[in-house]
């Protein structure tokens, strides 16, 4: 965490050249304003008084609706988009922020043991997924595979 610095106000003067020690707190208080780091002031309640997202917000002249739009829909199995999937019966165990090829991954209704029928729809997909959650697989008897949560990232 980054530390909180106090500036005294005889530190900045007007038309002087700044210190290199208060130009560094200058730097890092914000971020430890954010971080709440210990002697810092706290973001008062009436900062977060907006929450909508206008048109004012957005970049590129987005519009509130297209960008609400892009959040919630995605194609199927296309870069951001999510599935819930099972790796291959591997030694492997996932958890979030690994990633893994679409060729190893098939989307899934439940977790996968071994005999189990229906609970898969299909075999791999295309692109690079990260995992959102856990998954516990082994490759020996009784084999298990262990579906989550997968984001498309490539």
Same mark, same amino acid.
């Given at each position: 965490?980054?530390?909180?610095?106090? &500036?005294?106000? *005889?530190?900045?003067?007007?038309?002087?050249? &700044?210190?290199? %020690?208060?130009? %560094?707190?200058?730097?890092d208080n914000p971020i430890? /304003?954010?971080?709440?780091? *210990?002697?810092?002031?706290?973001?008062? @309640?009436?900062?977060?008084? !907006?929450?909508? /997202?206008? @048109?004012?917000?957005?970049?590129?002249?987005?519009?509130?609706? !297209?960008? &609400? &739009?892009? $959040? /919630?829909?995605?194609? +199927?199995?296309? +870069?951001?988009?999510? $599935?819930?999937a099972a790796p291959e019966?591997?030694?492997?165990?996932?958890?979030?922020?690994? *990633? /893994?090829?679409?060729?190893?991954?098939?989307?899934a209704s439940s977790s996968?043991?071994?005999?189990?029928?229906?609970?898969?729809?299909?075999?791999? %997909?295309?692109?690079?997924?990260?995992?959102?959650?856990?998954?516990?697989?082994?490759? +020996?008897?009784? $084999?298990?595979?262990?579906?989550?949560?997968?984001?498309?990232? @490539?």
């Amino acid at each position: 965490m980054t530390a909180w610095t106090t &500036i005294p106000n *005889t530190s900045l003067e007007s038309g002087a050249p &700044i210190r290199g %020690v208060d130009g %560094v707190a200058l730097r890092d208080n914000p971020i430890a /304003i954010a971080e709440g780091a *210990t002697g810092a002031p706290k973001i008062q @309640a009436a900062a977060f008084d !907006d929450l909508t /997202i206008g @048109a004012e917000k957005l970049q590129n002249g987005t519009t509130e609706r !297209d960008w &609400i &739009i892009s $959040l /919630i829909s995605s194609s +199927v199995y296309s +870069v951001g988009s999510y $599935l819930f999937a099972a790796p291959e019966a591997t030694n492997t165990d996932y958890s979030p922020g690994s *990633t /893994i090829s679409g060729s190893f991954l098939n989307p899934a209704s439940s977790s996968l043991e071994d005999g189990q029928n229906g609970t898969t729809t299909g075999t791999g %997909v295309s692109g690079t997924w990260r995992c959102m959650g856990y998954s516990e697989n082994n490759a +020996v008897a009784p $084999l298990r595979r262990g579906a989550t949560l997968w984001k498309r990232i @490539a």
